[in-house]
Nanobody, 122 residues
C-alpha cells in the first residue's frame, strides 16, 4: 500500500502559477505516477504522467506547454508546475501511482491521493 498526499493547491488569478506536490509515504521510485483532475460536473481527466525515473513524460493537450511534471525519488515526491493558469484549469487535482506506466496513464492506478483544490479566477 502506498499512501499519496497532495498539496500546493489554492486560489490563483488567471495567468498565475502553482506548483502541486504529491508525497508518497514510502519509496515511490518503482512506481510510475500521474496527475489527473476533476472539475465540478465533469469526468476525471488525465493531466500528465511520468515514468519511474522521470525520463519519460506525457501531457494532455490542455496543459501542454504550460505545465511541467517532475519527480524527486530521493524525497518520494512528484510535482506539477502549472503556469499561465486559466479558469478552465479549476479542478481538484489528484495524484496516482502504479507499477505500470500504461495503467497509471489510463487512470487505473492502484493508488490515489485525496486531491488538492485548484481554483483560478479572473
Amino acid at each position: 500500500q502506498v499512501q499519496l498526499v497532495e498539496s500546493g493547491g489554492g486560489l490563483v488569478q488567471a495567468g498565475g502559477s502553482l506548483r502541486l506536490s504529491c508525497a508518497a509515504e514510502r519509496t515511490s521510485s518503482t512506481y510510475a505516477m500521474a496527475w489527473f483532475r476533476q472539475a465540478p460536473g465533469k469526468e476525471r481527466e488525465f493531466v500528465a504522467v511520468i515514468s519511474t525515473r522521470g525520463s519519460v513524460t506525457y501531457y494532455a493537450d490542455s496543459v501542454k506547454g504550460r505545465s511541467a511534471i517532475s519527480r524527486d525519488n530521493a524525497k518520494n515526491t512528484m510535482y506539477l508546475q502549472m503556469n499561465s493558469l486559466k479558469p478552465e484549469d479549476t479542478a481538484v487535482y489528484y495524484c496516482t501511482a502504479d507499477s505500470s506506466y500504461t495503467t497509471v496513464r489510463a487512470g487505473l492506478g492502484s493508488y490515489w491521493g485525496q486531491g488538492t483544490q485548484v481554483t483560478v479566477f479572473t
